[in-house]
């Protein structure tokens, strides 16, 4: 085992988790697996391959900033519940 139970149960302690010993023992083999699994990435030669953040070239796609006009103040405030014409009427809270 990569992981030993000991070390299931600190992280347990530390993130405030209560584990029964059936979850301590199925928890404990989950995370060797997948331990196990990651340590297969070892075997790999990466030596030269350039460090990336994404698999694919990603690029941000912001529009194109426009000047257009607002929606009319009787428009934006006729879905609010409470308005009084000119602003949207909420409890007070002070």
């Known amino acids: 085992m990569k992981i030993t139970k000991e ?17 301590l023992e199925t928890i404990t083999g989950q995370l060797d697996t997948i331990l ?11 030596a030269g391959v ?3 953040t994404h698999a ?3 690029s941000n796609a912001f529009r194109e900033d426009r ?6 103040r009787q428009e934006a405030l006729a879905n609010g519940p409470c308005q009084n ?7 007070r809270i002070i």
Not at 67 to 72: E, F, N, P
Not at 85 to 91: D, L, S, Y
Request: charged share 25%.
């Open 67 to 72: 000047v257009t006009d607002s929606l009319a």
């Open 7 to 23: 070390e299931v149960e600190r992280v347990a302690h530390l993130a405030r988790l209560n584990l029964s010993a059936q979850e």
């Open 50 to 52: 350039q460090a990336m």
């Open 85 to 91: 014409g000119e602003a949207f009427v909420v409890p």
């Open 56 to 58: 694919f070239s990603v």
């Open 36 to 46: 196990s699994y990651v340590a297969k990435l070892d075997e790999l030669d990466t």
